[in-house]
């Protein structure tokens, strides 16, 4: 049996420590959470600090960023990680995207399906070491990448994404484009 945890810190000081217990524990993976402080971060830290743990974000909000600045931070944390960062997105709600991150809400499922394909298209381009970067889509388009902007190939560039999922449609999602699926964290047994 695999049992993960969350990070029990919001201190980024305490990261290390934190992870290292938690590696010693026997944890199979640590989460953290995108509450009150940056969620990639921290994994930086746990990724040096910790040789046999995962780590991921649970979750990072995806709108607010571009899929190319959650590409380059996941592909660092993978390569730093040796392939144990997972990365988690969600959508958040509405009133979180327009006002506390000054984003336009949009048709949240078909958006997080281009984000995640766009990701994709992204990975693959850059574990290709120079293939063409070609993505168009209605809400994302991607069809720069020049050698200077390629960062380096490492042999981890298949980062497992997971999801957030709070209805059928997200759920659904999950299931067609990712390894893995964060259930929201207040539920009941017929949620």
Request: aromatic share 10%.
């Amino acid at each position: 049996m695999k049992l993960d945890t969350g990070l029990s810190t919001r201190n980024l000081r305490d990261v290390p420590a934190a992870a290292r217990a938690a590696e010693a524990a026997g944890f199979d993976a640590i989460w953290i959470p995108e509450a009150g402080n940056d969620g990639f971060l921290p994994a930086a830290l746990i990724a040096e600090h910790t040789k046999r743990i995962k780590m991921g974000t649970s979750v990072a909000i995806a709108f607010p960023r571009s899929p190319m600045i959650t590409a380059a931070t996941a592909w660092d944390l993978a390569g730093l990680s040796e392939g144990r960062f997972i990365l988690g997105l969600g959508t958040q709600v509405k009133g979180h995207i327009e006002r506390r991150y000054s984003t336009k809400w949009e048709a949240p499922v078909p958006r997080l399906r281009e984000y995640l394909q766009s990701l994709r298209a992204i990975f693959k381009c850059w574990s290709e070491g120079g293939a063409k970067l070609s993505f168009q889509g209605k809400y994302y388009n991607f069809s720069l990448m020049t050698p200077f902007f390629t960062p380096a190939r490492h042999n981890f560039p298949n980062v497992p994404i997971h999801i957030a999922g709070v209805n059928e449609h997200i759920i659904r999602l999950a299931g067609e484009l990712c390894e893995g699926l964060h259930a929201h964290p207040f539920n009941s047994p017929k949620y």
